[in-house]
C-alpha cells in the first residue's frame, strides 16, 4: 500500500512552525492583565469553569509554559501545506518504515487540533516499538481541519464537514494513496462519517469513538436497554446542563469569537468547559499536578497556545455554525448509506457511551466494536497507547482483504 509518485500539477510545500518571540511576550502580558471573574458560588462546574482552574492555568501558562518545546516537537515531524479548494490545508505526514504500512487520515475535533494526535504517530507508524507487529504499520496523515490551526481561515461559506471530506479524499489522491482508511472522533468523526457516505475512491474503511450521525438520540428500540437508557441519560445530562459552547457556536460563533481573540485566558476558560470528565481531569492536572494519561499541563497548554497563536478561535467556533446550516438544509432528505466496513470504540469518559445498538442502527456494516476501560472524550490525546490498539484491531481485517 505504498505511496506512488506525487500527482503531477499540485503543490505540496514543506511547512515549519516559528512564531516570533514577539508573539509570546505579548501572550504573557495578556495573561498577567486578566481581569478576573468573582469566585463561582457553587462547588463544582455546574456555573462553569472554576476560578481555581483558570487562576493556577494562567500562573503557569505565564510564568513555566514553554510554547518553544511544541514547536520544536512539531518541526520534528514532516508538515506540509497543500491549496485544496482554495484554502491552505496544513497536514503532518509520517510514513512508516515498515513495508505495505498501511496508509491512515486521522481528524482531529473541537477543542482539540493536531496536538491531540502526536502521541499516537509513533505507536501507528512504528507499532514495533510499541508492542504491535509490523504488519499492524501505518502512513499517518494527520490534517488540520480548516479553519483550525496551521490550515487558512475559510473565506466563503460552505466548509462544512461534507466538504472537508472531499477535501481530504484529494489529499489522499494528491499523495499517491490509492487504498487507505480514515478515522475521526468529536468532528473527526462526523468529517469521517461524510468520507464514508461520499465513498471516495479507495476508501477501503472507516473508525470513529463518537456516534455524530443523528446525534444518537434517534436510536433507542421501542424497549430500551439498560445500556441504551444509560446513554440517553448522558445526552440528556448534557444537553440540560453542559452543552451551552455547543448551542453559542451552533448559532453565534462570531460573538464569542470577539472573547476567544481577546483574551487568552477568555480562550483556555472556553475550551476547557467541554464535558465533566475531560474538565476534572485538566483541572487536576493544574490544581494537583496528577494528569490523567497524556493529558498534562504542557500538552493542554500546548492545544490551547496554538489556538491563540493562530488566532483561529473564531473560525474553528464558525465550523459548527456551518455544520449545522448543513444539516438544516439536509434535514429529511435521505443520506447515503455508509457501505465500506466500520469500527467503532467506546471510551468509558466519553460524553456518552455509545451502546453497540445504536452504531448498527447507523451503519449496515460494523466489523469492529470494543467498549474499553479508560479514556475520554479527548481519548487519542488520554490513551495514546490504547487508542492505537484500538485503530489496530479494528483496520487489521482489512489488510489481508486488500491484498
Given at each position: ?276 470528565d475531560a474538565y476534572y481531569k485538566i483541572s487536576r492536572a493544574f490544581l494537583d499536578k496528577q494528569p490523567s494519561g497524556n493529558l498534562t499541563r504542557d500538552n493542554i497548554l500546548d492545544n490551547i497556545t496554538l ?67 479508560k479514556g475520554g472524550h479527548f481519548a487519542a490525546w488520554e490513551e495514546p497507547e490504547l487508542f492505537a490498539s484500538e485503530i489496530r484491531a479494528s483496520f487489521r481485517p482489512l489488510r489481508s482483504s486488500d491484498k
Amino acid at each position: 500500500m505504498a505511496a506512488v509518485e506525487q500527482q503531477p500539477g499540485s503543490s505540496i510545500r514543506p511547512f515549519r512552525v516559528d512564531f516570533p518571540e514577539e508573539a509570546l511576550t505579548e501572550l504573557r502580558h495578556l495573561i498577567g492583565a486578566t481581569r478576573w471573574p468573582s469566585r463561582e458560588l457553587v462547588s463544582d462546574r455546574s456555573q462553569g469553569v472554576q476560578l481555581a482552574t483558570t487562576q493556577e492555568l494562567a500562573r503557569y501558562w505565564e510564568n513555566d509554559y514553554d510554547w518553544r518545546r511544541c514547536e520544536a516537537k512539531l518541526n520534528a515531524l514532516p508538515q506540509f501545506k497543500t491549496e485544496i479548494d482554495g484554502e491552505d490545508v496544513h497536514f503532518i505526514h509520517v510514513k512508516s518504515r515498515h513495508e505495505n504500512a498501511m496508509p491512515l487520515i486521522i481528524t482531529h475535533g473541537w477543542p482539540g487540533s493536531v496536538i491531540e494526535m502526536l502521541g499516537v504517530i509513533g505507536p501507528l507508524t512504528d507499532p514495533t516499538a510499541h508492542g504491535g507487529s509490523a504488519e499492524d504499520a501505518f502512513d499517518l496523515v494527520v490534517p488540520s481541519v480548516p479553519g483550525y490551526g496551521f490550515s487558512s481561515e475559510p473565506t466563503e461559506l460552505g466548509w462544512n464537514v461534507g466538504r472537508v471530506a472531499g477535501a481530504w479524499a484529494e489529499l489522499m489522491r494528491r499523495l499517491g494513496y490509492t487504498r487507505y482508511v480514515a478515522q475521526g472522533g468529536d468532528v473527526g468523526a462526523a468529517v469521517t462519517d461524510a468520507m464514508g457516505r461520499q465513498a471516495p475512491d479507495g476508501l477501503l474503511g472507516i473508525h470513529m469513538n463518537l456516534l455524530v450521525a443523528g446525534l444518537a438520540g434517534g436510536y433507542p428500540s421501542p424497549a430500551p436497554s439498560e445500556e441504551e437508557r444509560a446513554a440517553l441519560d448522558a445526552i440528556h445530562t448534557f444537553k440540560t446542563s453542559g452543552d451551552g459552547y455547543l448551542i453559542e457556536q451552533n448559532t453565534r460563533p462570531q460573538t464569542i469569537g470577539y472573547a476567544l481573540l481577546g483574551s487568552p485566558v477568555a480562550l483556555a476558560a472556553w475550551i476547557l468547559d467541554h464535558d465533566t470528565d475531560a474538565y476534572y481531569k485538566i483541572s487536576r492536572a493544574f490544581l494537583d499536578k496528577q494528569p490523567s494519561g497524556n493529558l498534562t499541563r504542557d500538552n493542554i497548554l500546548d492545544n490551547i497556545t496554538l489556538y491563540w497563536l493562530t488566532g483561529t478561535g473564531a473560525s474553528a467556533a464558525r465550523s459548527y455554525w456551518e455544520n449545522t446550516q448543513a444539516a438544516a438544509k439536509a434535514a429529511g432528505k435521505p443520506r447515503p448509506e455508509v457501505k465500506v466496513p466500520v469500527g467503532f470504540t467506546t471510551f468509558p469518559g466519553e460524553i456518552w457511551r455509545t451502546p453497540r445498538s445504536w452504531v448498527e442502527k447507523t451503519y449496515p456494516n460494523v466489523t469492529y466494536f470494543n467498549e474499553v476501560d479508560k479514556g475520554g472524550h479527548f481519548a487519542a490525546w488520554e490513551e495514546p497507547e490504547l487508542f492505537a490498539s484500538e485503530i489496530r484491531a479494528s483496520f487489521r481485517p482489512l489488510r489481508s482483504s486488500d491484498k
